[in-house]
């Protein structure tokens, strides 16, 4: 299993960002997808996830309303639309997945397969 983060970039506080993610090697119909980020000296922390078996989303708390996941293809295209962007979401954006999952998964220890990150960085 493959994944590709693209889409990153800087943009100003209050603007937009779309981040895909490309997979390939998924078998199973049941699946999990998650964004993660790590900003400059931090652990890496959950910013949202989808799950193919119940359509269930997670968000942090810190992107809630502002972000959106979604996913298209059988799990092959996973999207983070990011609005009202804000420096503390400055970060390295990741992509990654785990296959044979029914239930919603968040943490960074549950998720198999990572791919590269993005670079996002709001500037203030």
């Known amino acids: 299993v493959q994944l590709q983060a693209s889409g990153g970039g800087l943009v100003q506080a209050g603007g937009s960002l779309r981040l895909s993610c490309t997979v390939s090697?998924?078998?199973?119909?049941?699946?999990?997808i998650g964004w993660f980020r790590q900003a400059p000296g931090k652990d890496r922390e959950a910013v949202s996830s989808?799950?193919?078996?119940?359509?269930?989303?997670y968000y942090t708390d810190a992107v809630k309303g502002r972000f959106s996941i979604s996913s298209a293809d059988a799990g092959h295209t996973a999207y983070l639309q990011m609005n009202d962007l804000k420096p503390e979401d400055t970060g390295i954006y990741y992509c990654?997945?785990?296959?044979?999952?029914?239930?919603?998964?968040?943490?960074?220890?549950?998720?198999?397969?990572w791919g590269r990150g993005t670079l996002v960085t709001v500037s203030s």
């Open positions: 990654a997945t785990r296959e044979i999952v029914i239930v919603p998964i968040t943490t960074v220890d549950d998720f198999q397969y």
């Open positions: 090697g998924i078998e199973s119909s049941f699946w999990s």
């Open positions: 989808i799950t193919s078996a119940t359509g269930q989303t």
